[in-house]
């Protein structure tokens, strides 16, 4: 487990971005990263989880299949087995980049599914007692980009390990109207094998991902970003009536506590339009996603300063304040210290 000292993380970052790490090292094993913490503790440095290598997946066969994969594990390398398999449950969840680890700490989701319907338990190392732990989904608490491990817990816990239960012999439901089209626009899945339906939605969700530059490709400018970079945000019923009364044709979604209105909306009406390029002109918002703010050869403080130009121009609009759904990482925001 070599130790790298003065470390460029802009290599590792879809963004293209990042400061250096003063130290550096990536652990295949769950003792690596518990050597990793110890050694981290003895020195008092902070440690920032970014780059966990721990490998194995391993599809379970049989009336409800699960797959286990460990962290370090590409995310869409198990989307593409289960896919594979024609097993049902995480199909929406095509090509979106980042590892199994990563998954749920912001409860990934798209198309209107998200990791935690199909999570059954995540295996940890508790950074305080260096133990490990394991969670099942209502463990979690799993909201929209949301996880206990962002709030109560951020920074406590290394993922080490997921496991996910699929469903066999089950058409896929398809929530999302775009996807629908899509899906009916490669035949749809009225008259198909439930296997074939898990591939051909993977493949509708994959063509719309490229559409809009969300799957990585190192010949497309627009990926160099972190994907959304706002979350949508959730109103509540009272609040987008009001917000009804002065905006017309504003569209919007049923959420767990309110009305979910596409942030990607407020940041197009607000004056961002795709293609927008910010004031330092180093970053610009995708010419394909309004919600995606890619790094178009600039730095770090060019993206954060076209993000709250961004955020300002929708407050002053529409007096809602968007939440950045990456975290940013800087000497005044440092990761939490969690080891002893
Ligand atoms: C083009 C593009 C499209 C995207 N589309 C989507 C989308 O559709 N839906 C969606 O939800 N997200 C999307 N994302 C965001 C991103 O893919 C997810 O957040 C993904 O889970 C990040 O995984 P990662 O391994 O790269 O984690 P990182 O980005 O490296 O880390 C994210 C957070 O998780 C923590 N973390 C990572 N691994 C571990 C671990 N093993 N243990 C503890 N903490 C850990 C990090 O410390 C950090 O806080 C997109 C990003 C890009 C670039």
């Excluded at 009225?190 to 993977?202: F, G, H, K, Q």
């Excluded at 293609?275 to 610009?284: I, K």
């Excluded at 996603?289 to 709250?308: F, I, K, M, R, Y």
Aim: aromatic share 8%; net charge neutral; charged share 25%.
């Amino acid at each position: 487990m070599p130790l790298r000292e003065h470390v460029p993380l802009a290599p590792y970052t879809t963004l293209g971005l990042g400061g250096e790490a003063r130290y550096f090292v990536e652990c295949d094993t769950e003792d690596q990263v518990r050597a990793a913490l110890v050694h981290a503790s003895a020195r008092h440095l902070p440690v920032y989880v970014l780059r966990i290598t721990v490998g194995g997946i391993e599809f379970r066969d049989g009336p409800t299949p699960e797959v286990r994969a460990g962290a370090g594990v590409d995310w869409d390398t198990v989307v593409q087995g289960v896919a594979e398999r024609g097993w049902t449950g995480v199909e929406c969840l095509s090509g979106i980049p980042g590892t199994v680890g990563g998954t749920p700490i912001q409860n990934v989701g798209a198309y209107g599914q998200e990791i935690a319907e199909t999570l059954v338990s995540v295996a940890c190392l508790d950074r305080t007692t260096r133990e490990r732990q394991t969670f099942t989904a209502e463990d979690c608490a799993f909201g929209y980009r949301d996880s206990r491990f962002k709030r109560a817990d951020r920074g406590r816990y290394i993922v080490l390990e997921v496991t996910l239960q699929l469903a066999r012999d089950r058409t896929p439901r398809i929530r999302y109207p775009e996807l629908q089209r899509a899906v009916a626009g490669l035949g749809g899945l009225e008259t198909i094998a439930p296997t074939e339906a898990v591939r051909l939605v993977r493949e509708a969700v994959l063509t719309l991902r490229r559409s809009k530059s969300m799957v990585l490709d190192p010949a497309d400018p627009n990926t160099r970003s972190a994907g959304s970079f706002f979350t949508n945000p959730v109103l509540s019923v009272d609040a987008f009536a009001d917000l009804e009364k002065r905006w017309t044709g504003i569209p919007s979604f049923p959420a767990d506590g309110g009305v979910k209105v596409p942030a990607a909306w407020l940041v197009e009406q607000a004056g961002f339009p795709k293609g927008y390029r910010g004031t330092g002109r180093g970053a610009g918002v995708s010419t394909r996603h309004a919600l995606a703010l890619v790094n178009l050869g600039g730095t770090s403080a060019d993206l954060l300063a076209l993000a709250e130009e961004v955020r300002s121009g929708v407050e002053r609009q529409f007096g809602i304040r968007l939440a950045y759904e990456p975290e940013v990482v800087s000497p005044s925001s440092p990761p939490p210290s969690r080891s002893r």
